[in-house]
């Protein structure tokens, strides 16, 4: 089964490999590392993917990287999308050899951009509530409520609130950015975590505006982009 792990490391030549070294003693094979995030407090936030044999326990994972000085996890989990990791640079190369459906495409390629995620492009009606345009395995009922977050001029967070969020919602955690419109936005969102960092909300916020470019003026054929 894989998990994903997001460790908080000292940020310094070899703690990267401590971690993976203790990783791999604990019983977890490593498929994939993402650097998230270099902190400015001398500390870096990293993901590792793992593949864990049937029988062991996650909790020996956590337990061998606490045993590492100044490490921590933030959070250990299933990852449902396993080792099929992408990169930004990929997205965006899937983006363009599809710019009709280049939005759809960077959902269907967030739950590897942005591990433990699910995604969502939702779009506002005139009513204020917002409809599925498309989304990904794992992703919470989202049609027919109305988020207060829309029109949305800009990437952010969102923290579900039972004020406006349906009961799928709970414990829900994600960033939003919008496309080539305020009220077109995809969401990448995780179910209890870990929580969404600073350099996440960027980066959607980069790519969602790449799709929305690609999908504007990207047609070879000069032909206008599909309604969805």
């Known amino acids: 089964m894989f998990h994903l792990l997001r460790v908080v490391m000292p940020d310094r030549p070899g703690a990267l490999g401590d971690v993976a070294t203790a990783l791999a003693v604990a019983g977890g094979d490593i498929v994939g590392v993402e650097v998230v995030e270099h902190r400015a407090d001398g500390f870096a936030v990293d993901d590792f993917t793992l593949d864990l044999p049937p029988g062991r326990a996650a909790d020996g994972l956590v337990s061998a990287c606490m045993a590492l000085p100044g490490v921590e996890v933030e959070f250990v989990g299933p990852y449902a999308a396993g080792g099929n990791l992408q990169r930004d640079l990929e997205a965006i190369e899937a983006m363009t050899e599809h710019p009709r459906r280049a939005d759809v495409v960077l959902v269907d390629l967030v739950p590897g951009v942005f591990p433990g ?54 414990d829900v955690i994600a960033a939003i950015a919008p496309l080539n419109t305020a009220t077109r936005v995809v969401v990448a969102g995780r179910n209890g975590g870990p929580q969404t960092l600073d350099s996440e909300v960027m980066r959607l916020a980069h790519l969602a505006a790449l799709a929305g470019t690609v999908r504007r003026v990207g047609h070879i054929d000069g032909s206008p982009p599909p309604a969805v």
Request: net charge negative.
């Open 117 to 170: 995620s699910w995604g969502l492009l939702l779009e506002q009606r005139r009513d204020c509530t917002v409809t599925v345009v498309a989304a990904t395995p794992g992703a919470p009922l989202a049609e027919g409520f109305s988020p207060p977050w829309l029109p949305l001029e800009r990437a952010t967070r969102v923290f579900a609130d039972p004020s406006w969020a349906p009961p799928s919602w709970d």
